[in-house]
C-alpha cells in the first residue's frame, strides 16, 4: 500500500524528471511524498526507451462494472486522478475498441497538470465511429490500428496490422514504437489489459482496489487458466 502525499510541488518535480529537466533523489520531502515521487517515478522511463504499463481500477470483489455495465467512477474521484497522473507520465494512452465504444473516453490529462498523450484505439474491425471523443482534434496525436481499410478523420494516423482472432500485442507495441510512441500505458477495458499480460510485455501493473462489493458483473483481469500455483506470474 502507498500512503501518497501528492502535492503540488511533488507532482512538478515528476514532471519534471519526466522531461529530464530535474532528478527525483534530492529535495526535502516528507514520507507521504516521497511514496508519492516513489510510485509515479518508478514509471519515468529513459527517453526512447521501451515501458508499458497498466492499470485497472475494480471493486475489492474484483468487478470492473454492475451486471447493467455501469462502470462510472469504480475508483472514485482519487483514483481517476491517479489514472490522470500515468496519462501525464506516459507518450501514449491505448484502448480497446469495446472501451472506446461504451465509454467514449477523451484520454486527457484533464484533471491534473501535465501533457496529454497520444491517444490510441486498437480498432481491428474498424468499428469505431469518426465523431469518438478519441479523434477529436486537441492539439494530441491520434493513432488508430486496426487490420481494415476504414477511413478515418484527416489527422489521425491509421496503422495497418494483419490479425488472427486479435492484433497481436507484440506487433502493437512494434508499430507504436516505430511512431516514436515508447512508453505506453494499457488503459483498458479488461481483457486488452490481459492481453498484454499474457504477452509478458508489461513493466509495470496499477491495481486501483475501490472500498466497494459489487457482487456481479465482468471481472478485471481475467487471464488464462493455470492448474499449478507454481505457474502463476509473481510480479516483484
Known amino acids: ?5 501528492v502535492t503540488p510541488e511533488v507532482w512538478e518535480r515528476i ?25 509515479y517515478g518508478a514509471m519515468i ?39 490522470h497522473r500515468m496519462r ?17 473516453p477523451r484520454l486527457t490529462v484533464r484533471l491534473v497538470s501535465g501533457r496529454n498523450p ?23 496525436r491520434r493513432v488508430v490500428i486496426q487490420a481494415v481499410d ?18 497481436a500485442p507484440q506487433a502493437i507495441v512494434a508499430a507504436l514504437r516505430g511512431k516514436g510512441l515508447h512508453h505506453l500505458l494499457i488503459e483498458g477495458g479488461a481483457i486488452t489489459i490481459a492481453r498484454f499480460l499474457e504477452a509478458d510485455l508489461l513493466t ?7 472500498p466497494l462489493l459489487i457482487g456481479s458483473g465482468p471481472q478485471g483481469l481475467t487471464t488464462q487458466p493455470i492448474t499449478r500455483l507454481a505457474q502463476a506470474r509473481r510480479p516483484e
Not at 519534471?16 to 516513489?38: T, V
Not at 501525464?88 to 467514449?104: C, E, F, Q, S
Not at 497520444?118 to 494530441?140: C, K, M, Q, T, Y
Open 45 to 83: 522511463a529513459p527517453p526512447g526507451t521501451g515501458h508499458v504499463s497498466a492499470q485497472i481500477g475494480q471493486s475489492l470483489d474484483g468487478r470492473v462494472a454492475t451486471v447493467a455495465g455501469d462502470a462510472a467512477d469504480v475508483s472514485g474521484p482519487d483514483g481517476l486522478a491517479h489514472l
Open 15 to 39: 514532471l519534471a524528471a519526466r522531461s529530464g529537466a530535474s532528478c527525483l533523489c534530492c529535495g526535502e520531502w516528507s514520507a507521504g511524498e516521497r511514496a508519492a515521487i516513489d510510485l
Open 150 to 167: 476504414t477511413p478515418r478523420p484527416e489527422g489521425v494516423e491509421v496503422v495497418r496490422l494483419p490479425r488472427d482472432e486479435w492484433i
Open 118 to 140: 497520444a491517444r490510441v484505439v486498437i480498432d481491428p474491425s474498424g468499428r469505431l465511429p469518426n465523431d469518438a471523443h478519441l479523434f477529436a482534434e486537441d492539439g494530441a
Open 204 to 210: 509495470r501493473l496499477h491495481v486501483a482496489v475501490a
Open 88 to 104: 501525464a507520465l506516459v507518450d501514449a494512452v491505448v484502448v480497446g475498441v469495446k472501451t472506446a465504444l461504451h465509454d467514449d
Open 1 to 5: 500500500m502507498h500512503a501518497t502525499d
